[in-house]
């Protein structure tokens, strides 16, 4: 894997010098994680919930609408835990799977019974069939909580888990969800190359490819050797995530 240096950071600043802007929570978020070039972009961002997600504002909970609140609350706002259990619910019976994991995620954080749950189910050691695309109620457990549990898990047990799981990876990179980002590393990397490898040679929206890119380089997985070829947005995300780990590793 080439070493990332000043090629990143070159990209990303003539990218802002541009004029460019995040436009997607992805981008918002990993740019956050560099907060000398965050900081370019601060007379230019005027809307709170992305000045939220960039580090630029404190979070707030008056917001409306539940896709407001999620992403508040990925920004850091507290709200109460019946709250979140309601917005939980509503966000799974919307049938948009990024709500739903967003809100799973932030429910478990803060109700030690939402993460008991989570615990019960992926103790089970029975993996249900899902249809390749779908998102199974299992899968948005083990996104919520498990960097706290896997660890704990036989390793047999979680090379099963991670091959299982690499039916999502499809679709957290199509939606650019970072639903791996806080889990991948308590994964069994090898056992997400392959399913890593597939979406490089497939038709994907803009960006998706570059978060692929991104969770191979965490993994210490070969990148590749068509990065070079990159859309725009890939190339910036996996820049982002390169030079934002010299900075904030985690």
Known sequence: MAACGMTDRARIEDWLAQGGL???DAERRLLRRIPDLTQLVDGRVTDPIDRALLG??????????LANKLRMGIAGAQFPNQELATMEL??????????WVLAARLHAESNPSREAQARMALSEQALPYVFPGELHPMMVDLFAIGERVIPALHVDWIRKITTWMGGALSLDCKMLGLWFWPVLQCLDGKKLARPLNRLFSRTMPEGAKGLAAAYAWRLGLDLPENTAEFAEKDALILALVRLGDQVQPT
Request: charged fraction near 25%; include cysteine; charge should be negative.
């Open 90 to 99: 509503t966000a799974k019976e919307s049938g948009d799977p990024s709500l």
């Open 56 to 65: 630029l504002s404190e979070p707030s909970c008056d917001v409306e609408g």
């Open 22 to 24: 995040p436009q997607s």
